[in-house]
């Protein structure tokens, strides 16, 4: 059981470039999510989905898209790489738990990929 | 102002000191919260949720206060391994929007 895992760990990107980072999860989770982190900052959301063929945009989903094709991958798309694209990207999965008539959503993040791009 | 919002530190505290965390959050529609720790260079990692009733897991204890919107984490006894970057988390609307706050750091000296 690998948990979350993501593809490429770093990359160097050139103004204007596009790339896809990988996300894969092996716990059957339905929800998903996309986060992005600057130095010194919180985890902003940037897409989210709640099962295959479902998905929604979360706080800075400007310049990237998603999809969900099978419950295991959500891959997130860079097009046109921007400067202020340079993050760490976190990928994360969830399942419901629900405890005494609240819902809670535990998320499980992946290792990141760094992006640079310059 | 941020929906989250924490002090971001950093505490410095020799091993053994007991340090308090607390984090405010602005939607009172929040419907759960989690305190993550997040090593440098690291992903996150779930280290408890908070519930109304409060919550305790060995040395650990987090606190919801609704009325007031806050939540708070307390570390006895620390240790030098809980040297970190903690983070609070609120999540709305059944768990899909979730906002992080930008995080406490903690060094703990020997």
């Known amino acids: 059981n690998a948990g979350v895992t993501q593809t490429p760990k770093f990359r160097i990107l050139k103004i204007g470039q596009s790339m896809t980072l990988q996300c894969t999860q092996d716990m059957n989770h339905n929800y998903m999510y996309w986060y992005r982190q600057d130095p010194g900052m919180g985890l902003k959301l940037i897409y989210y989905?709640?099962?295959?063929?479902?998905?929604d945009k979360g706080e800075v989903p400007n310049g990237y898209n998603v999809s969900r094709s099978t419950t295991e991958d959500f891959p997130l798309r860079l097009e046109l790489a921007a400067p202020s694209q340079t993050s760490v990207y976190f990928c994360a999965s969830s399942y419901r738990d629900s405890r005494g008539g609240v819902s809670s959503y535990e998320q499980y993040f992946g290792p990141g990929t760094r992006l640079t791009v310059t | 102002r941020k929906e989250v919002e924490q002090d971001p530190g950093p505490f410095n505290v020799p091993e053994g000191a007991t340090v308090a965390f607390n984090c405010t959050y602005s939607?009172?529609?929040?419907?759960?919260f989690f305190w993550y720790r997040q090593d440098c260079r690291k992903e996150p990692k779930l280290l408890m949720s908070v519930y109304s009733s409060g919550n305790e897991d060995g040395r650990f204890t987090a606190q919801l206060n609704r009325a007031s919107q806050y939540i708070s984490l307390l570390i006895r006894d620390s240790k030098l391994s809980d040297s970190a970057t903690y983070l609070c988390?609120?999540?709305?609307?059944?768990?899909?929007?979730?906002?992080f706050g930008a995080g406490t750091r903690l060094f703990v000296k020997a």
């Open positions: 989905s709640v099962g295959a063929g479902i998905t």
């Open positions: 988390v609120a999540l709305y609307t059944g768990g899909f929007k979730t906002i």
């Open positions: 939607n009172s529609a929040s419907q759960s």
